[in-house]
């Protein structure tokens, strides 16, 4: 907050603390009565009195908090109602907000320290700019109502000449502040996303594990927010206890402890009060948060799926979805708002009006006492002058309380943000270790109950890397879900061997891939298979990512791995040639020309792309799931043979009977359990179409 301007004050007479419709007498008499009880011994009784009944009920919350601690994490490990952790102002939340902050603050010696050091001391010099403004503004006051012209003007230059002063440490603060913002959310952000994606991690959390429903809400609107109110509750905590710590000081000198203690005491009294009323805040703000994810999930869905909704005509029905989803975020807003406008209203009364009330009665106490030593022989002005400085002084110590008091409310809102946080680092370092969780639900078991039960831990299984070699030895093929597909499969292909795989819908052909390919867990057995750069995957819908048309050829790669592979861009040319792609060079013009390639190629050449692509790689294993269904026929014999030629060995899934021919093996799943992996002879009878 910048320091406000000095308004002219109004004459003495109106300026009364206390305003009253009895005579000034009764007045008088009635604020002495109650102020000779503000005595320095009850202030201390009592400050120690509410202190120690605040710290037996920290306490005893948190003796309730250890019990409740083990049941709840036993009983959250079996529930599968996703259900989220307590988001309150306790012991856990500062160990949580301990935790992350040592992310954002790696080192003693960083940027962030450095930050954080300019912000406490453009903060500690705000404040001695603040009591000065109090000091000078006080003389200039007493020069108008004194009608001394020479210290009007003495004080009044000395306020213009600390103008630049004042207005270059308010600038400061907020320049520490804004750069201390953005410097944590960078080290959160990078901290989340190389966890989120190494390895298959942020595969794992859409697919296998349902304890994080909206990644993306979490990774960037709830970073920003938590980032924002980690420094702005820093803030706004530091000034006000510099403030109290200063006036603290200067009125123990002015008017005695008693003050100072009596203010004290009406902070501990006041933030027992409005922390118990704010408890629901945290709950409430993990609450939102969860529905404003849910609310943008379903908008990206109906982007994403734009295609398919519109040839169902399906507008109306997605309409209600998204209707639905908004009004469920509106109504909890609305009662968020409801429950902050009750909360506001308490705050201002407790935390603002009252802590005011009392800055009045301990100030009004060595001026209302005749028999004060402190103002026995003052004159007039004197007291004047003293009542001005005493009195801002503890005005802008109660509000300075006040602002501690408030600041519970965000930090009650913060916990929820940490809460959110705390949850997906959590998933994300269990699903780096092997370790995710799902609701298993297996269809095998309700369709039959006398088939043979069996116990799927996920990981159980021991991948063996080799190259050129794929073997399966008595691998239990199920989904993540707990549905077991084939309870044993066991194959073995070497490299130059192609296998068609074929059967219905759902009898397992994508869900060996995903095995394969180490996006799912391992139940049981044994898998040989190359390193994961070893083997290349192309699905029907091809992935074309965000950059040039050369990005595109190479992906995963950058321009840089290319150049240190040594491969030219002509050899690029000779690969898009190779599945009839080179025109798309010669229309573009350039290989660094950027085009949104999704909506640019069709169907047939986002799959010869990916193909090209595949030549570039030049993997010892690929595997082909449809992926030249919009193909034509002289194109796919091409492709096969040109992958027969340079070495790679395919694992094909497609419905085509043309491509038999390309293959020694096939591998058939009935669907119901049972497959047969044979050599393709002439009497084989061949699927498909």
């Known amino acids: 907050r910048s320091v406000q301007r000095l308004r002219p004050s109004p004459p003495p007479a109106s300026r009364h603390p206390l305003r009253c419709s ?73 160990s949580r907000i301990y935790r992350i902050l040592k992310i954002m603050v790696p080192r003693t010696v960083c940027k962030e320290s450095g930050y954080l050091l300019l912000i406490a001391v453009m903060l500690v010099a705000r404040t001695y700019c603040d009591v000065w403004m109090i000091q000078n503004g006080t003389m200039i006051e007493s020069a108008i109502i004194g009608r001394t012209t020479k210290d009007f003007k003495k004080y009044l230059f000395n306020f213009i000449t600390a103008m630049p002063l004042i207005s270059l440490v308010n600038n400061f603060l907020k320049l520490g502040l804004n750069e201390l913002k953005l410097r944590f959310r960078v080290r959160l952000t990078k901290h989340l996303y190389d966890e989120y994606l190494k390895g298959y991690t942020y595969y794992k959390m859409g697919n296998l594990d349902n304890r994080i429903a909206n990644a993306d809400q979490l ?118 708002i409801i429950f902050r406008f009750s909360m506001g209203f308490v705050d201002s009364i407790i935390a603002k009006y009252l802590a005011t009330v009392v800055g009045y009665l301990v100030v009004s106490r060595p001026f209302l006492n005749h028999s004060h030593p402190r103002h026995q022989t003052s004159s007039h002005s004197e007291l004047l002058e003293d009542y001005y400085q005493s009195g801002r002084m503890l005005l802008r110590m109660s509000q300075a309380l006040g602002r501690i008091v408030l600041a519970g409310r965000e930090m009650t809102r913060l916990a929820g943000f940490t809460a959110r946080i705390t949850e997906l680092m959590k998933v994300l370092n269990e699903l780096n270790s092997g370790r995710y969780e799902r609701t298993m639900v297996s269809q095998h078991d309700r369709e039959s109950e006398t088939s043979e039960k069996i116990t799927l831990v996920p990981g159980s299984g021991q991948i063996i890397n080799t190259d050129r070699l794929i073997k399966f030895d008595r691998v239990p093929l199920a989904t993540p879900n707990g549905d077991i597909l084939i309870k044993n499969l066991s194959f073995e292909v070497k490299s130059g061997t192609n296998v068609l795989i074929c059967g219905p819908n759902g009898c397992g052909k994508s869900s060996l891939f995903r095995v394969l390919g180490e996006l799912w867990p391992l139940f049981g057995g044994h898998l040989t298979k190359p390193d994961r750069g070893k083997l290349f995957y192309v699905p029907q819908r091809p992935y074309m990512t965000l950059g040039t048309l050369r990005d595109q050829v190479i992906y995963p790669d950058t321009w840089e791995d290319q150049k240190r592979k040594g491969i030219a861009d002509k050899v690029l040319k000779e690969y898009l040639d190779n599945v009839q792609l080179g025109h798309i060079l010669d229309r573009e013009g350039s290989w660094d020309i950027v085009q949104d390639w999704m909506d640019v190629l069709s169907g047939g050449e986002k799959q010869r792309m990916a193909m090209a692509r595949l030549f570039y790689h030049k993997p010892q294993f690929a595997i082909l799931d449809e992926c030249t269904s919009a193909v034509s026929v002289d194109v796919e014999d091409y492709i096969y043979s040109h992958c027969r030629k340079v070495g790679i060995s395919l694992f094909t899934v497609s419905h085509r009977k043309s491509l038999w021919k390309h293959h020694e093996y096939y591998l058939h799943m009935d669907g119901r359990g049972n497959y047969d992996f044979k050599v393709i002879t002439a009497e084989t009878v061949e699927f498909g179409s």
């Not at 005579?23 to 009565?33: E, I, R």
């Not at 006000?240 to 902070?267: C, E, F, N, R, V």
């Open 22 to 94: 009895l005579t000034g007498s009764h007045c008088v008499a009635n604020m002495a009565a109650v102020s000779k009880y503000l005595t320095a011994k009850n202030s201390s009784i009592a400050s120690a009195v509410l202190f120690a009944l605040y710290l037996l009920k920290r306490r005893r919350n948190a003796n309730k908090s250890s019990g409740k601690r083990g049941s709840s994490e036993l009983a959250a490990n079996h529930d599968k109602d996703g259900k989220k952790e307590k988001a309150a102002v306790d012991w856990v939340f500062f």
């Open 219 to 336: 990774l960037t609107q709830d970073v920003e927010r938590f980032c924002n109110s980690v420094v702005d509750l820093y803030s706004n905590l530091s000034k006000p206890l510099l403030d109290i710590g200063l006036y603290i000081y200067k009125l123990t000198s002015a008017i005695g402890a008693q003050g100072p203690a009596s203010m004290m005491a009406y902070l501990i009294f006041s933030g027992l009060i409005l922390t118990r009323l704010r408890r629901p805040i945290g709950k409430m703000t993990v609450a939102e948060q969860r529905y404003e994810g849910e609310y943008r999930y379903v908008n990206s869905r109906l982007i994403t799926n734009s295609e398919e909704i519109a040839f169902y005509n399906g507008n109306a029905r997605e309409k209600q979805t998204i209707h639905a989803t908004f009004y469920k975020l509106v109504d909890h807003l609305h009662n968020f």
